[in-house]
């Protein structure tokens, strides 16, 4: 899981002052389970298969076959058709066109309709993977009033602020992608490929684009995440985090001032390097400003 993906130094976690409390006493971050989440879509949706132009799909993969079996283009096979037809075209007995194009047709239409037959196995088989996961999420700022509002407790909680160390696992952080649609698992370009020996079936993309992606209402978070699999299906986990990657603490505008010495001495505890920062409503646009706090 850890490791440098990339070049991101800071990232920051809204949360109420309470949540606040529990995180600096125990020196924990809470990574949950996508059912945990706010949105029903997270990570909770199934991945489909579309094709806009079946007949025009299965005479391009049967042109492409055709080439392939008969040197006419460069080929390098990929999967199991792939290399099947490499095969043939040293070794099997030659066939005509006509009879090479009617028989890869045939197949390829056979082919479609297994796995439009298979899809809701698949679709199994990814949630039961997918339900095991623990994510952290994480955001690039802390200064998003939507953010404030609707994860900070109406601007009356808090903002930590976390340095991304060598061994930090948000050192392997990825930002998530805000989409319109839900991705596909082949698209007809990329079921062409497949059908035509020249693809594979790439289950980390299905997995990153299930865990990265997000609609494109939710593109204000800016938000990245860290996954793991855990064992066994659990709710959450809270799990030990590095005191030095605890760089500094942002209260809300509305945040109940008595909390705010005993949050920073609090996170103080935990590093005395930490910086405390009091936010502000602008005199003059719509966002939080922030003076240092002691």
Same mark, same amino acid.
């Given at each position: %899981?850890?490791?440098?993906? @990339?070049?991101?130094?800071?990232?920051?976690?809204? %949360?109420?002052?309470?949540?606040?409390?529990?995180?600096?006493?125990?020196?924990?971050?809470?990574?949950?389970?996508?059912?945990?989440?706010?949105?029903?879509?997270?990570?909770?949706?199934? %991945?489909?298969?579309? @094709?806009?132009?079946?007949? =025009?799909?299965?005479?391009?993969?049967?042109?492409?076959? /055709?080439?392939?079996?008969?040197?006419?283009?460069?080929?390098?096979?990929?999967?199991?058709?792939?290399?099947?037809?490499?095969?043939?075209?040293?070794? #099997?007995?030659?066939?005509?066109?006509?009879?090479?194009?009617?028989?890869?047709?045939?197949?390829?239409?056979?082919?479609?309709?297994?796995?439009?037959?298979?899809? *809701?196995?698949?679709?199994?088989?990814?949630?039961?993977?997918?339900?095991? !996961?623990?994510?952290? +999420?994480?955001?690039?700022?802390?200064?998003?009033?939507?953010?404030?509002?609707?994860?900070?407790?109406?601007?009356? #909680?808090?903002?930590?602020?976390?340095?991304?160390?060598?061994?930090?696992? /948000?050192?392997?952080?990825?930002?998530?992608?805000?989409?319109?649609?839900?991705?596909?698992?082949?698209?007809?370009?990329?079921?062409?490929?497949?059908?035509?020996?020249?693809?594979?079936?790439?289950?980390?993309?299905?997995?990153?684009?299930?865990?990265?992606?997000?609609?494109?209402?939710?593109?204000?978070?800016?938000?990245?995440?860290?996954? /793991? @699999?855990?064992?066994?299906?659990?709710?959450?986990?809270?799990?030990?985090?590095?005191?030095?990657?605890?760089?500094?603490?942002?209260?809300? +505008?509305?945040?109940?001032?008595?909390?705010?010495?005993?949050?920073?001495?609090?996170?103080?505890?935990?590093? *005395?390097?930490?910086? !405390? /920062? %009091? #936010?502000?409503?602008?005199?003059?646009?719509? !966002?939080?400003?922030?003076?240092?706090? =002691?």
């Amino acid at each position: %899981m850890v490791g440098w993906t @990339h070049t991101q130094k800071k990232f920051f976690k809204y %949360m109420s002052s309470g949540t606040a409390r529990v995180v600096l006493a125990n020196g924990t971050l809470r990574w949950s389970a996508p059912k945990q989440f706010n949105d029903p879509f997270d990570i909770q949706f199934d %991945m489909h298969i579309e @094709h806009v132009d079946k007949a =025009k799909l299965i005479a391009d993969v049967a042109n492409d076959l /055709w080439l392939f079996y008969s040197r006419q283009s460069e080929y390098e096979p990929k999967n199991r058709l792939g290399y099947f037809v490499r095969d043939m075209s040293v070794k #099997g007995p030659r066939l005509s066109e006509a009879e090479f194009r009617a028989a890869v047709q045939k197949g390829v239409t056979e082919s479609l309709y297994e796995q439009q037959r298979r899809l *809701p196995e698949l679709h199994s088989w990814v949630r039961a993977r997918l339900e095991k !996961a623990l994510v952290l +999420c994480l955001t690039e700022m802390p200064s998003n009033i939507l953010m404030w509002a609707h994860y900070a407790d109406c601007h009356r #909680g808090v903002v930590l602020e976390f340095s991304t160390l060598e061994a930090s696992s /948000w050192a392997a952080a990825r930002p998530v992608s805000y989409r319109e649609r839900m991705p596909l698992l082949f698209d007809q370009e990329q079921l062409r490929q497949f059908l035509s020996g020249c693809a594979v079936i790439d289950k980390d993309r299905f997995f990153l684009e299930s865990f990265l992606t997000k609609s494109i209402d939710w593109k204000y978070e800016r938000e990245w995440r860290v996954v /793991w @699999h855990a064992t066994k299906e659990i709710d959450f986990e809270d799990t030990k985090f590095n005191p030095q990657e605890l760089a500094g603490i942002y209260f809300g +505008c509305r945040v109940d001032k008595k909390d705010c010495e005993d949050l920073v001495s609090l996170a103080r505890k935990l590093n *005395p390097e930490v910086q !405390a /920062w %009091m #936010g502000k409503k602008s005199l003059r646009t719509f !966002a939080v400003e922030f003076d240092r706090f =002691k």
